[in-house]
């Protein structure tokens, strides 16, 4: 494992303006002490950061499709203060190298190297994930792999719709992109690259800042200028509309393990009808939590109710390990 150890970060580095333009509590969590490593995952380096004491239970953090660990930079140092907490990089994202293809099954090994590398099995408690949107898919498949090394899985927003609803959506928008042979485009300065920045799906965000910050670090400098992190070999995996999408919140209910449902009230992929969705479709014994006035980007929209709500799911979930021991 190669572990550069950073006791507080650089806020020139790390944020995109002044700090002093930063929210107070950003620049406070992102302060918080953090080891910066890679790990490697069947001949890929993992690019991962690490909080807290490895003496506390471990929480392992998965952010979304194109996104990066940073997502849960300014998240994981709350949960910090009593957990040992790692997120990572998906490979082909962020600074993670890119591999040929992602099946489902090195996808879920990935999340079990992760682990492994970073020190989060070495405790009597078994890690917890957390997992965005396309890391809630990554999520599922470990726990179907794996779930025996994994105490359980919170999934934030990942895409739950019936089948009508999931027929709107995609014929609203162009499909998404998929050619290979298709390089990333390298714009010729900074605030090029910039401008062409959106979430998907599009959407406002509450801290507006936090929007600043991650097309930050969704860019990086090459030859010529700067350009996008993710590799365009991402979009070489098993997860496909019509098949996994559609079948989403079968594969939620079937999965081994504890789960738990963390939603944006007003998210475009899933709201309180898919809530309503799942628990038809079984999901009586998994507690689904909306977030009111957040959409699908959690920790953009609310990112402190949702550092409460993970809290408090967690902290049960120890609560009633230990009354079962």
Not at 89 to 107: H, N, Q, T, V
Not at 122 to 130: C, L, Q, R
Request: aromatic share 10%; charged share 25%; glycine share 8%.
């Amino acid at each position: 494992m190669n572990t550069q150890v950073t006791e507080v970060c650089s806020l020139s580095s790390e944020l995109p303006t002044d700090p002093q333009q930063a929210p107070a509590w950003l620049v406070s969590a992102l302060q918080v002490p953090r080891e910066e490593g890679w790990i490697d995952s069947g001949g890929c380096k993992v690019h991962y950061f690490r909080w807290g004491n490895p003496e506390n239970p471990p929480l392992l953090l998965m952010h979304g499709f194109l996104a990066h660990a940073r997502c849960f930079a300014f998240i994981a140092p709350f949960l910090a203060e009593h957990y040992h907490v790692v997120a990572y990089d998906l490979s082909g994202m962020g600074d993670s190298d890119a591999r040929e293809s992602y099946p489902d099954k090195i996808r879920a090994q990935e999340v079990v190297d992760v682990a492994r590398g970073t020190g989060l099995f070495e405790h009597d408690s078994k890690p917890i994930v957390i997992a965005h949107s396309y890391g809630g898919h990554v999520g599922l498949n470990a726990m179907e792999r794996h779930g025996e090394l994994f105490d359980g899985l919170i999934i934030c927003d990942l895409m739950v719709l019936r089948v009508e609803r999931l027929k709107a959506h995609f014929s609203k928008g162009k499909p998404m992109r998929s050619d290979r042979s298709r390089p990333n485009r390298i714009y010729p300065d900074y605030a090029s690259a910039r401008a062409r920045f959106v979430l998907s799906p599009p959407q406002d965000v509450t801290v507006e800042y936090l929007n600043e910050y991650m097309a930050y670090h969704s860019l990086k400098q090459v030859d010529g200028g700067w350009t996008w992190k993710f590799d365009i070999s991402v979009f070489d995996s098993d997860f496909g509309v019509t098949d996994r999408i559609v079948k989403q919140a079968e594969a939620i209910v079937a999965a081994p393990g504890r789960k738990a449902i963390v939603y944006g009230q007003d998210s475009k992929l899933f709201d309180d009808d898919s809530a309503d969705y799942l628990r038809e479709r079984g999901a009586t014994d998994i507690p689904i939590i909306g977030i009111p006035g957040a959409r699908h980007h959690l920790m953009l929209d609310e990112p402190i109710a949702l550092v409460s709500t993970l809290r408090s799911i967690v902290a049960q979930w120890h609560v009633s390990n230990q009354f079962a021991r």
